[in-house]
Nanobody, 124 residues
Framework: EVQLVESGGGLVQAGGSLRLSCLAS????????IGWFRQAPGKEREGVSC????????WYADSVKGRFTISRDNAKNTVYLQMNSLKPEDTAVYSC?????????????????WGQGTQVTVSS
């Protein structure tokens, strides 16, 4: 059974940090690019960051560039999203997704498997 389980969300003050984790199982993790997406209430889901299967290629949305860092540990089947200098507008449910390709994509429709998401709330 394919599973993607996010953890690390929570409530933090503006300017604070959180590290999200995405633990994968049920598929060959090394062959899949991973993306992080978020959806705030009343808004469409948006791509936040993504990483290739070998972590050689990464992409960040302009809104998080310089503040968020994506990384992966293939030995642990885990992808991380380090989020620093958090802002209230970062408040959303963050989900990770796996794509059956070595290369990442910023498009949600190109991902095959999804996690349930973890809530991130940034207070002002």
């Amino acid at each position: 059974e394919v599973q993607l389980v996010e953890s690390g969300g929570g409530l933090v003050q503006a300017g604070g940090s959180l590290r999200l984790s995405c633990l994968a199982s049920g598929f060959t993790f090394d062959d899949h690019a991973i993306g992080w997406f978020r959806q705030a209430p009343g808004k469409e889901r948006e791509g936040v960051s993504c990483i290739s299967s070998s972590d050689a290629h990464t992409w960040y949305a302009d809104s998080v560039k310089g503040r968020f860092t994506i990384s992966r540990d293939n030995a642990k089947n885990t992808v991380y999203l380090q989020m620093n200098s958090l802002k209230p507008e970062d408040t959303a449910v963050y989900s990770c997704a796996a794509r059956g390709s070595l290369l990442p994509s910023r498009r949600a429709g190109e991902y095959d498997y999804w996690g349930q998401g973890t809530q991130v709330t940034v207070s002002s």
